[in-house]
């Protein structure tokens, strides 16, 4: 067959299927069936590590037979495989091959080992982009990808659905029925990859085709009048690549969220038509929070959500990179989730990262990640890769695929949890902290930054002033504070099972959020805003009314003017008693002051004319309102003062600073406590909660009892 009847088969069979799916979807809201939701219902804590027998050098058999000794002399219980080798599944066009895991897929199932399996849809084989060069991703400047990196293709591309769908359909029903395989990870660490091919395009315009109805409604929302730019007819739409139009570009990231969205949808959609019963369906997101990923739409098509978390190790060890992540992927379906990759000794494309954890460290991660609301953690990967991009990204064997001190800390781990396990899976928490995420105002932001300066030390996780770093910074100061916080969304429309509402830089937001959050502080909740919320509508446009337009009434201020501070200031007077840190950076807007108290100055003779922060009474609750970046300490102070006034603080918030804790309950109804040390030297800590037992050495545990914990480990008290 010619490679261009090849393509017009692909284009026809994919119109097909992709209706075929779309219609499939709709009955997979993301709901477990019962007999999914009974295979989650995990009798422990599932601990193992990604697997590829098929990356080992020399023979691949005996290795495998050598794998699976130590893992089982380790106690790992899970393995995740076949995510990352579409050219083994299928080495020609049409020609499929599953000799080779069913081998280790056999082995696992013998070791009592369960398996997950991927769908191998993020890495083109070789003979797929020779075929059908259009499958490589285009981006947004003009420039062409090339073939030799994985996640380069337009996830669009009726051609490359075709063979999407041909190998899912191939996979899965091949493994429906074996009884190791217990779960299906849908692609892998899925994202747009900046796709702007002439397919991705078409979409776009008939995605706003059908949201603005008219091109002379999308100019009048986008403000296309400016350099006049109207558009009076659809194929007058001209392409991402150059365009100047704030609207445009946040409606472009809306889409290529979208696409993300309905790719994975599919894909699911695929698995559960031909999965067994009792298999579930989850996605690895690489990491949360990104800006081209909607990772609340795609976790209505998964039975259980999965995060991928790296982190700082050594002296950066800390568990709040852990936290973070954690608390956003428990929040997306308020459920428990999975660990599918966190870090074995070292990480980077380089030998520029090699930090390799203290001992202990691996450990207490584990725990870490149980204490957020994992129901598995597996390593990135089981052994070290002797060659290319990945070469010194190692896994818990070294190159030298022999037990090691990486190795030895696994097999504790996993003998412990063996015990401990029952009592930790499904553990429940419940919050009354919520940050408030708006992926829209992180993308705005970045189209028109409030600073260009890197003044701020870099840090592991922590980049320059913008709106991710307020994220991190307001999460980070209350993990420092003790207190457990859960992420919501623009689209969550009741606040009220929350008693704090943290919102960081709301730029973008149409009326309807701004009334609910103005709602719920009418009827008692408390607010922390930052600058820059209610500045511009859903369509990027600033509003024409004064700032900070429909929240004016609930903040009790309005303003006008607006001033990058090019020097840190400090607040008049040390208002919060942050010291040496009580400094202020990158942005001030002169809030005038109709309702609310200024409760800081400003500590310059012109900037102090205006409050840095006020606080309004609105009804039954409160709004605080910091109109300029903080410091990191002095924004942790000013959260404990808002934690207090809301009676949110007790005992946990006087613990050393090293000593962190996580509170939730187990499956059997009893309280867990989790008390962790995150430092090199041993600490003492008061246990202020019912008597109990500590799971890790089951010894009592009485009210007030002073806790030593010695250097990066923990204990684990059940009421």
């Not at 472009?252 to 009792?278: I, K, N």
Request: glycine share 6%.
């Amino acid at each position: 067959m010619s490679v261009w009847s090849k393509r017009f088969l692909s284009l026809l069979a994919t119109t097909v299927l992709i209706a075929a799916a779309a219609a499939a979807q709709q009955s997979s809201p993301g709901i477990p069936s019962p007999e999914v939701a009974q295979a989650l219902d995990f009798p422990t804590v599932l601990y193992g590590a990604a697997y590829y027998n098929e990356y080992m050098p020399g023979d691949q058999v005996a290795r495998l037979d050598k794998d699976v000794s130590l893992m089982k002399a380790a106690g790992l219980s899970v393995v995740r495989m076949g995510e990352s080798t579409w050219s083994l599944w299928e080495p020609e066009d049409g020609q499929f091959d599953y000799a080779w895991m069913d081998r280790v897929v056999g082995a696992m199932g013998k070791a009592g080992i369960k398996v997950i399996l991927g769908t191998p849809t993020y890495s083109l084989p070789a003979w797929m982009a020779h075929q059908h060069p259009e499958i490589l991703a285009r981006y947004p400047d003009g420039r062409e990808n090339s073939y030799g990196m994985r996640q380069n293709m337009d996830t669009d591309s009726p051609a490359y659905r075709f063979y999407a769908e041909r190998l899912i359909r191939h996979i899965v029903a091949h493994y429906k029925d074996n009884p190791t395989v217990i779960g299906w990870q849908l692609d892998n660490e899925t994202s747009s990859y900046g796709a702007a091919n002439p397919d991705v395009f078409i979409g776009f315009q008939h995605y706003l085709e059908k949201k603005f109805v008219t091109p002379e409604a999308l100019s009048k929302a986008w403000f296309l009048n400016y350099w006049g730019e109207n558009l009076h007819t659809w194929e007058d739409l001209p392409t991402r690549d150059g365009t100047i139009s704030t609207g445009y570009k946040l409606e472009w990231t809306r889409w290529s969220q979208m696409r993300v969205t309905d790719f994975l949808h599919w894909q699911a959609a695929l698995v559960r038509e031909c999965a067994g019963p009792r298999q579930f369906v989850t996605t690895d997101y690489g990491s949360t929070m990104r800006p081209d990923v909607n990772e609340e739409a795609i976790a209505e098509s998964l039975d259980i959500p999965a995060d991928n978390i790296y982190h700082g190790t050594q002296d950066h060890y800390d568990g709040a990179t852990q936290s973070i992540q954690g608390d956003f992927t428990r929040s997306l379906k308020h459920s428990n989730f999975l660990i599918t990759e966190t870090n074995a000794q070292t990480t980077d494309w380089s030998s520029a990262f090699q930090f390799p954890p203290y001992d202990g460290q691996m450990r207490e991660d584990v725990y870490t990640h149980l204490s957020n609301g994992a129901n598995m953690v597996e390593y990135w990967h089981w052994a070290s890769i002797a060659a290319n991009q990945e070469t010194y990204w190692k896994g818990v064997l070294s190159h030298d695929l022999e037990p090691n001190r990486a190795y030895a800390e696994v097999g504790r781990t996993a003998h412990e949890l063996q015990k401990v396990g029952p009592h930790l899976v499904g553990l429940k928490i419940h919050n009354q902290v919520a940050i408030l995420w708006s992926r829209d105002s992180y993308n705005a932001i970045s189209f028109m930054p409030f600073t260009s300066n890197a003044s701020m030390p870099w840090l592991p996780g922590r980049s320059t002033a913008d709106y991710n770093s307020l994220v991190k910074q307001m999460h980070r100061s209350l993990y420092d504070l003790n207190i457990g916080s859960d992420f919501v969304f623009p689209t969550t429309q009741d606040f009220s099972a929350y008693k704090l509402l943290i919102v960081p830089a709301l730029y973008i937001s149409d009326d309807a959020l701004l009334q609910r959050i103005s709602d719920y502080v009418k009827n008692g909740g408390h607010v922390v805003m930052t600058f820059k919320s209610g500045f511009a509508n859903e369509n990027s446009a600033v509003r024409w009314v004064r700032a900070p337009g429909p929240l004016r009434e609930a903040a009790g201020f309005s303003y006008q003017e607006f001033s990058n501070l090019e020097h840190p200031l400090a607040l008049k007077g040390d208002p919060f008693h942050a010291g040496d840190e009580n400094k202020v950076d990158h942005w001030a807007e002169f809030l005038m002051p109709e309702h609310a108290k200024a409760i800081a100055y400003y500590d310059h003779p012109f900037f102090g004319k205006w409050p840095a922060i006020t606080e309004n009474d609105f009804g039954a609750g409160t709004l605080l309102y910091e109109g300029t970046y903080l410091s990191d300490a002095l924004q942790t102070a000013v959260l404990k003062s808002a934690l207090q006034k809301a009676g949110l603080t007790g005992p946990d918030q006087q613990l050393p600073a090293a000593v962190h804790v996580q509170h939730g309950v187990n499956r059997l109804g009893k309280r867990i406590h989790y008390y962790f040390n995150y430092s090199g030297a041993p600490v003492v800590a008061a246990y202020s909660y019912g008597a109990g037992t500590n799971l890790l050495d089951g010894k009592p545990v009485a009210h007030t009892q002073q806790l030593t914990l010695a250097p990066w480990d923990l204990a684990i008290i059940e009421e």
